[in-house]
């Protein structure tokens, strides 16, 4: 079963705004990374947050954990027509392995 | 920093052929993994090597895939036969510091079984 899953599935908003992903997970983790993908490329690690962290901040990207709940928020400020791409969150499941959630598709409009 | 390279970057032939598909991950980094990509199911990890050596292969579907590493600059992923349901793309990434740390990844191949 999959570790993570993301809401929304798609997201659209204009240049300027904030962007909001969840991410869910089943079990417990030792970390939580965010990717981003753009269109055909592979994916490029954004943020890991540790599991005894509660919030990290990298430039315009603010993630947040809360291992009660087994959620990830990435919240994007100020989005630019070049966030757009998909991004994905990835546990570190009790194997140790990264499980990749399905993924948010973000439409950034100029 | 050349990044982890990956060949061919687009690959179609006919149901039956072996394909091979190839990769160089990011020199000093000592875990080497193989994804698969698809709408469907999303980024499934195949197999994963530390030092050159097969860790973890459960995600390998069926005995038609096979993956190598004869050195620390090389590694391959074999299908043979291929079957039209392979058809993905299948992802090449390294890590430096271990199995759940980042990873970097490269632009991937586009497998088309016809």
């Known amino acids: 079963s999959q570790q993570g899953e993301e809401d929304p599935q798609a997201l659209s908003i204009q240049e300027g705004e904030n962007a909001t992903m969840n991410c869910s997970y089943k079990?417990?983790?030792?970390?939580l990374q965010w990717y981003r993908q753009n269109s055909g490329r592979g994916l490029v690690h954004l943020i890991l947050?540790?599991?005894?962290?509660r919030e990290k901040h990298s430039g315009r990207l603010r993630v947040t954990l809360d291992t009660s709940k087994k959620s990830s928020s990435l919240l994007i400020t100020a989005s630019r027509a070049a966030d757009t791409a998909s991004y994905f969150c990835?546990?570190?499941?009790?194997?140790?392995?990264?499980?990749f959630g399905q993924g948010t598709t973000l439409q950034v409009k100029p | 920093d050349a990044g982890v390279i990956q060949s061919p970057r687009h690959e179609v032939t006919e149901m039956g052929q072996e394909v091979t598909l190839r990769c160089k991950p990011i020199?000093?980094?000592?875990?080497l993994f193989w994804y698969r990509q698809t709408m469907m199911r999303g980024l499934e990890l195949l197999i994963y090597?530390?030092?050159?050596?097969?860790?973890?292969d459960s995600g390998m579907p069926e005995d038609r895939f096979s993956a190598k590493m004869p050195n620390a600059s090389f590694s391959t992923l074999k299908i043979q036969p291929s079957e039209p349901r392979d058809s993905a793309v299948y992802f090449c990434?390294?890590?430096?510091?271990?199995?759940?740390?980042?990873?970097?990844f490269g632009d991937g191949t586009r497998l088309s079984i016809l």
């Open positions: 990434a390294s890590s430096l510091y271990g199995v759940d740390q980042p990873q970097h």
């Open positions: 020199s000093g980094h000592d875990y």
């Open positions: 090597f530390n030092n050159n050596v097969p860790i973890d």
């Open positions: 947050i540790r599991s005894n962290e």
């Open positions: 079990t417990s983790i030792n970390n």
């Open positions: 990835a546990s570190s499941g009790n194997t140790g392995k990264l499980i």
